[in-house]
């Protein structure tokens, strides 16, 4: 069966240090990924999306940026975090055509 | 583009009671529609989806909702409630493009169920 591994679940930053969030996918091959975020009374952001290695479509502006080193591995990154990046961060992964997420338990991000 | 309006961002009611979860879209193409769940501090679960066919659909924890077509709605309804459906309730809408799908996600309905 398919499982989705996110990492670290917590993390703490001050304000201009850099972010690495993790997100694995296991059971599947050449599967959509994508970051959303989560903060109060917005619902879901769609921030990145993948459909391949290499292939990065971001939807919205902003301090942050994703990568596909491999298949089933999206990173989420920034260089110097502000305060408006504290959120919930969650990966999800998808079949092609299939339209139905599955989502990893996400990761919340406090900055200080 | 997708869009989709939860009416309501929370939804109070009694257990055993009948509640009724609203959700509006807007597309100009065809659409696939879910409700996903989340309780705190998790991430999201697929409750239900439609996709085609009968536009009646179930969860197999008594939710159901149904398809609307003229008035771009999928509502989600349960007879009667339990303290353990407490949550935040998310419906989204996808239209597929090139290789990708985009899930575009309301803000969510919280529905707390009180004894």
Do not use: M
Request: proline share 5%.
């Amino acid at each position: 069966s398919q499982t989705i591994h996110q990492w670290p679940a917590t993390l703490v930053q001050p304000v201009g240090s850099p972010l690495s969030l993790e997100c694995t996918v296991e059971g599947t091959s050449n599967p959509n990924l994508y970051w959303y975020r989560q903060a109060a009374g917005r619902g879901l952001q769609l921030l990145f999306y993948s459909v391949g290695i290499g292939q990065i479509s971001s939807e919205v502006p902003q301090n942050l940026s994703a990568s596909r080193p491999q298949d089933r591995q999206f990173i989420l990154s920034s260089k110097k975090l502000l305060l408006s990046d504290s959120g919930f961060y969650l990966c999800a992964w998808s079949q092609k055509w299939s339209g139905e997420l599955f989502f990893g338990e996400g990761s919340r991000l406090t900055v200080l | 583009a997708q869009s989709v309006t939860q009416l309501d961002s929370q939804v109070p009611v009694f257990e055993e009671a009948p509640v009724e979860l609203r959700c509006n879209y807007s597309s100009s193409v065809s659409v696939y529609l879910f409700w996903y769940v989340q309780y705190p501090n998790q991430g999201l679960q697929l409750l239900l989806k439609y996709l085609s066919g009968s536009t009646l659909v179930e969860s197999i924890n008594g939710f159901e909702a149904e398809f609307n077509k003229s008035q771009t709605s999928f509502h989600l309804r349960k007879p009667s409630v339990h303290i353990s459906d407490t949550a935040e309730y998310f419906c989204a809408v996808s239209a597929t493009q090139g290789g990708s799908e985009k899930l575009v996600f309301g803000k969510g309905t919280k529905l707390t169920v009180n004894p």
